[in-house]
């Protein structure tokens, strides 16, 4: 099916396609995969996977980025669907970055304090970069990023999470896996999923943001 559903998309131009989500076992999923998962692996427009039982239009929305030109495009789609598609009337909108603990604890230049607030404002340049039309909170946490992603959108009761995907496969997607998939086999609310095709030329043309040295405060020696 996956197959037949990425050729009448090319076919016919689609710009987002709609598939509900497999919700049989977790073992169904690991040797057979969903549809959905296979499809969101090499559409080249963006998915959305829609469960049972959600709530639509969305009230609440999560947005994971990494501050990278992809999540930067899918953080510009997700934006312009809300307000174009969906009138923009949402109770709540969140962007969240996940910092990960070696990268806060392992750093010789700068306290956890520093790089957290580093984090924080450049997340804050980033959301006003790529979404300036919508209110959007902003949260930066620290762990690991499919665990954080998905206990914050439990927490929030999150209706719609939005995630840009590097398009992993084969034996790379095994090693390294990939958060988009991973956050759609265990999310309880529906989930945009955003190719990097879709925004390739325009990643090409920009760098992707580097928050670690953002600051002009004077590293402080980790210890003192």
């Known amino acids: 099916p996956h197959h037949a559903i990425e050729a009448l998309a090319e076919k016919v131009g689609a710009g987002l396609i709609v598939v509900g989500a497999s919700e049989g076992g977790a073992l169904h999923r690991a040797f057979l995969g ?5 499809v969101i692996r090499k559409a080249s427009c963006p998915v959305f996977v829609v469960r049972s039982n959600t709530t639509f239009p969305p009230s609440r929305v999560v947005v994971p980025v990494d501050l990278s030109p992809v999540s930067a495009g899918a953080l510009r789609f997700g934006a312009t669907l809300l307000r174009e598609a969906w009138g ?6 969140e962007t969240l970055f996940v910092l990960n603990p070696l ?3 392992g750093s010789l230049q700068f306290t956890p304090d520093q790089i957290e607030r580093f984090a924080a404002e450049e997340l804050g340049r980033f959301v006003q970069q790529n979404a300036p039309a919508l209110t959007i909170a902003r949260q930066v946490l620290i762990g690991y990023p499919r665990e954080e992603i998905l206990r914050e959108m439990e927490e929030r009761r999150t209706d719609l999470a939005i995630l840009g995907t590097h398009g992993r496969s084969g034996f790379e997607r095994m090693m390294i896996g990939s958060i988009a998939s991973q956050v759609l086999q265990r999310a309880r609310c529906n989930v945009l999923v955003v ?4 925004v390739m030329e325009e990643a090409e043309r920009e760098a992707s943001a580097d928050w670690h040295f953002v600051s002009d405060e004077a590293p402080v020696e980790v210890g003192r």
């Open 88 to 93: 923009g009337k949402l109770v709540d909108v």
């Open 195 to 198: 190719p990097p095709a879709l």
């Open 34 to 38: 969903s549809t959905a998962d296979r």
């Open 103 to 105: 990268e806060v604890e």
